[in-house]
């Protein structure tokens, strides 16, 4: 087009000077003075012919020079690859400090302690196995169970191969290489703190991918512990018998003494140690009781009802009378789940229930 064009203004420009010659041809003028003439209007033609030749030419070059990027940007966008993120592995560490590693999310699970079902449940997870006095909440009842807590059928359990065995890792630490030497993965969580309890459940969380679940539950837990308080300041026994009507007094470093804790009373058993059937009691003499006389006396009851409560047998003991817990009525019949055989999420129910029943006696 270029060419064209050139050729086009140089045939309009050779015109106009053909004309110019005719018209001084018939001039009166002198010869040199229609040469000047001539010559400067061959020099304007011929540079307003080089001028327009650049315009096109230079409109030609920025044309084809879009054309070339409007192509090398197409190519780009085809051949652009994309790439899956690759499947993260779940690392986590468990109460007895094991770390443990995960190529995908457990789907079988098997809790064989009251513990360990419940922290499963409040984080999102379900049971598939569960020991026999795993009975909160009310999904884990229909579940098939291996027996007791303290001694879970190890057959069972390992016949029904799960992806992961949830236990308790103060009482069934033991079970850990027994499972283990049979390739089955085992997770421990404890609840000697409240710190304990939603640790475990935050763990759980990120295990089976709940974390959202696992962080509302623990968020709740804080939230209702803190309204709760912890300023009640009164001394108290948290007392359970035995069948020889033997009287054990709750130690602060065990899980019935960490809910009178956590609310501020001063437990009067923490001078002993841990001694009797209960795991953090210690045995506590008539004498004992008299000594401590708290403000308050928590009782539990291990037999269920009808059997009668331990805090109506406990005003029946004469010497204690004088106590003066019974002097003012503050004896409080405590829950045995709540407060004995399941810690872990529901410790905001028994500091709830526990903090309700202080204020009634004020």
């Known amino acids: ?33 229609i040469e000047e003439k001539i010559v400067e209007v061959a020099k304007e033609v011929i540079k307003e012919v080089e001028v327009e030749v650049e315009k096109v030419v230079e409109k030609e070059v920025i044309v084809e020079v879009e054309k070339i990027v409007e192509v090398e940007t197409e190519k780009i966008v085809v051949i ?30 098997a809790t064989i302690s009251p513990t360990a079902t419940e922290m499963v449940y409040a ?27 303290y001694n879970p059928s190890v057959e069972t359990i390992i016949g029904s ?17 027994i499972l283990g030497a049979v390739g089955l993965n085992v997770f421990a969580v404890k609840a000697e703190s409240v710190e304990d309890v939603m640790g475990g ?24 512990l803190t309204a709760a308080g912890t300023d009640d300041g009164r001394s ?13 007094a709750a130690l602060p470093s065990s899980y019935t003494g960490l ?16 001694s009797g059937p209960y795991p953090g009691f210690a045995l506590m003499s008539p004498e004992a009781v008299l000594m401590a006389n708290p403000d308050v006396i928590i009782t539990i009851t291990p037999a269920p009802e009808p059997a009668p409560r331990l805090s109506s047998l406990i005003t029946m003991i004469p010497p204690f009378a004088g ?29 709830e229930f526990l903090k309700s029943a202080l204020d009634s006696m004020k």
Do not use: W
């Open 80 to 109: 652009t690859p994309t790439h899956e993120p690759a499947p993260e592995k779940i690392v986590v560490i468990d109460a007895l400090g094991r770390e443990l590693t995960f190529e995908s999310i457990p789907t079988k699970v």
């Open 161 to 177: 191969r799960p992806d992961l065995v949830v236990i308790e890792a103060i009482t069934q630490a033991r079970f850990v290489e």
């Open 201 to 224: 459940i935050t763990n759980l969380g990120i295990i089976f991918g709940t974390k959202e679940i696992a962080n509302k539950a623990t968020t709740d837990i804080k939230d209702r």
């Open 259 to 274: 809910v009178a804790a956590v609310i501020g009373m001063e437990n009067k058993a923490s001078d002993l140690s841990n």
């Open 1 to 33: 087009m270029s060419r064209i064009n050139s050729k086009l203004l140089g045939f309009f420009g050779f015109s106009i000077i053909s004309v110019l010659l005719f018209s001084i041809a018939c001039s009166s003028e002198p010869e040199v003075i």
């Open 323 to 351: 106590l003066k817990a019974i002097q003012t009525g503050s004896i409080i019949e405590a829950d045995l789940d709540l407060f004995l055989q399941a810690p872990g999420p529901r410790i905001v129910e028994a500091v």
């Open 123 to 149: 984080s999102g997870g379900k049971s598939a196995l569960r020991d026999r006095a795993s009975t909160h909440p009310e999904a884990a009842l229909s579940l098939p169970d291996v027996g007791s807590a």
């Open 236 to 248: 108290v026994l948290i007392l359970i018998s035995d069948p020889d009507q033997n009287l054990y």
